[in-house]
């Protein structure tokens, strides 16, 4: 994000292909690459989930992933202004993923904010969650160290007797945890305030360290004893009929969560860092990068966790007193596996446990402040779109303050004794579900309004140039994934999380608690109805088209101090963008019949360019211009009053 005098909130000319990439690393690469992977496929069997995992990573995720990629690099805007610019209508699936972020952040930065504390207590000898850190007989009997540090020192919660019997309150706020979540808080703001640029060199921390420190734990997890019985689990056994059997639609959903939930299309977050790409910019070969580098990151993870859980299960099966646990019951503990079992086993590290209890919990926290910096810059790229479309000066701090300030406070609900559970449920519920249900309404759209034709000269038109002199083209797969699989397979798994709760409510919590849930999801869903009620009938906004270039610079350049359009090299001749206004979208002109029906024809634009020399100056837009369009098509509509013919 670019940074003018003035501090106002603007994209600039582009961050570099370095930091835009870096940036969806950190975007992609979170806290669950961590702990919610390796509990899955501890859940479901192993290397059954591993192959479920990559199916629904080629068929569903990295596809949407290049489909928003190219639309934030296309439209240069915010999620919302590039709904607008297919429909009106569909604004309100922005403000779903708007406000589905509303109820992820607090939660995801709780996660934050138990890693940092777990943080500041590795540095205690012996480490608080051992049994040397208790007196003799003072644990509860059958409670291991772990379990009760985790449980009664940190979160304070109500037993499950008591949520089940609706014995509990919200209770009282937890102030170390409010603490830890202040901590993480602060460190967002100090990252983001100064914008996209600033944020992406943090952002070189916050992805090379995690990696370091998994190398790290890698090289000693696998030294420990039982560590090949983890890894044996981990990618040894496969049971085919947990892919097939009866409860394999549990699987499959489960892995497409994963996969989406960890790249995150449908958050609106991809588009939003790609609008502030440069318009030259290779998206589907960032699209490849990330999406391998996402999935390497968890597989490799896996290895370390389950060396860690192998060791688990061996030493707790060999010492006396313990209760012996075989792998894939460590491995499915949920929450706990992070802060619980994985606390436990990095505890039994000997000499070095204090050292790899704090490059572990480092490595959870700056995993999660990566996505934390991309859900709260789409959340500021919101705000800061809004503020600039009805002309209110606010600065990139403010914004960032204003945010930070907003989801703490919110926050502070899940530092209560009944926080944990409400993060289940929260993120059971508004997390997973609605970020289908917004991918489902992007294939829809994608399919109705953007077309593969438009995202194949999108594509060639950014990547042109020495490497690609007629451009990159996109392999047929991702438009056979986008037109028959994508959609079929996440409404699938969407039904079928529809199904299963409503047969079977979630993990048997009340039905107070259960109603916060589809409170939280529908609350997020209207938003999709509301917008088509109101917006049905509105003229569609004209879909944005690329100028045509000279090596890297544009023939036309927009200067924000005049809010006007100029030809490079004749700023004499410029124009003023349209008022923005619903009115009058114009309708795109027909072509020669020998050329489709798409996005512009870079060889049209070659022929114009050598018979014109350069393009014509360009009038004052008639009173009548009209339209909420965007600007590159106010372009478009100068040139054909200048009766210059414009391929569309």
């Not at 699989?485 to 009340?510: K, Q």
């Not at 022929?607 to 339209?627: C, K, Q, R, V």
Request: net charge negative; hydrophobic share 45%.
């Amino acid at each position: 994000m670019g940074a003018d005098d003035k501090g106002e909130y603007d994209r600039g000319a582009g961050v570099s292909q370095f930091d835009y990439f870096i940036s969806l690393m950190g975007y992609a690469i979170g806290i669950g690459n961590v702990w919610r992977f390796p509990y899955l496929v501890g859940r479901h069997g192993g290397c059954a989930f591993l192959v479920a995992y990559v199916i629904m990573l080629l068929f569903v995720s990295s596809p949407c992933y290049l489909m928003e990629l190219v639309w934030g690099n296309t439209t240069r805007k915010s999620t919302i202004g590039t709904f607008k610019c297919m429909h009106p209508k569909y604004v309100g699936v922005a403000w779903a993923a708007a406000v589905m972020l509303f109820f992820v952040l607090p939660y995801y930065n709780m996660l934050l904010a138990y890693a940092m504390v777990y943080l500041v207590n590795s540095f205690k000898d012996p480490l608080p969650w051992t049994a040397d850190a208790y007196a003799l007989n003072e644990l509860p009997a059958g409670m291991s160290a772990s379990d009760h540090f985790w449980n009664n020192e940190i979160l304070g919660r109500y037993t499950k007797e008591e949520i089940v019997n609706a014995d509990f309150g919200l209770g009282g706020v937890q102030w170390h945890l409010a603490v830890g979540l202040l901590m993480v808080w602060l460190i967002v703001f100090l990252a983001l305030f100064r914008g996209m640029e600033a944020s992406a060199k943090v952002t070189y921390v916050t992805v090379g360290l995690p990696l370091l420190c998994m190398v790290v734990m890698f090289i000693r997890a696998v030294t420990l004893p039982g560590a090949s019985d983890g890894i044996q689990f981990y990618i040894g056994k496969f049971e085919v009929e947990k892919l097939f059997g009866e409860n394999a639609r549990g699987l499959w959903a489960d892995a497409c969560s994963q996969i989406l939930f960890s790249l995150s299309p449908g958050m609106g977050t991809a588009i939003t860092l790609s609008s502030y790409t440069r318009p030259k910019e290779d998206v589907y070969k960032i699209n490849l990068l990330v999406t391998l580098c996402n999935s390497a990151f968890s597989i490799f993870s896996g290895f370390a966790v389950f060396s860690i859980v192998g060791f688990m299960s061996h030493h707790r099966c060999s010492t006396e007193g313990l209760t012996c646990a075989t792998v894939d019951e460590i491995a499915g503990s949920g929450t706990g596996l992070a802060f619980v079992t994985l606390a436990e086993g990095v505890a039994q590290f000997g000499a070095g446990s204090n050292f790899f209890a704090a490059l572990f919990y480092i490595m959870l926290l700056t995993l999660g402040l990566d996505s934390t910096f991309a859900w709260v810059e789409t959340i500021n790229t919101y705000i800061g779109d809004w503020a600039q479309d009805t002309g209110r000066k606010i600065t990139k701090a403010q914004i960032t303050c204003l945010t930070a300030v907003m989801f703490y406070l919110v926050g502070l609900f899940y530092c209560t004794r009944l926080g944990m559970t409400l993060l289940d449920v929260v993120d059971h519920f508004a997390g997973s579900s609605t970020m289908i249900v917004v991918v489902i309404m992007e294939v829809i759209m994608f399919r109705l309004h953007w077309g593969w034709d438009r995202l194949q000269d999108s594509v060639t038109y950014a990547t042109k140039g020495p490497k690609f002199p007629e451009g990159r083209k996109v392999p047929l797969f991702w438009k056979i994934a986008l037109y028959y699989t994508a959609l079929p397979l996440a409404g699938a798994v969407f039904l079928n999380r529809l199904i299963t709760d409503f047969e079977d409510p979630y993990e048997n919590y009340p039905g107070g608690i259960q109603a916060l849930g589809w409170i939280s999801l529908l609350t997020s869903i209207a938003c999709i109805p509301a917008s088509m009620a109101l917006y049905w009938n509105h003229e569609p906004d004209p879909l944005p088209q690329q100028p045509e270039f000279e090596g890297d610079q544009p023939l036309l350049r927009f200067d924000k101090e005049t809010n006007q359009f100029t030809q490079r090299g004749n700023e004499s001749n410029s124009f003023a963008p349209p008022p923005q206004s619903h009115a009058a979208a114009y309708e795109p002109p027909r072509m020669a019949s020998s050329e489709p029906k798409h996005a512009p024809s870079f060889a049209a634009d070659k022929e114009l360019n050598a018979t014109a020399g350069t393009i014509p100056p360009f009038p004052e837009p008639p009173a009548d211009a009209g339209s909420d369009i965007c600007p590159i098509d106010s372009i478009a509509k100068m040139r054909r009053q200048q009766s210059v013919p414009e391929v569309l």
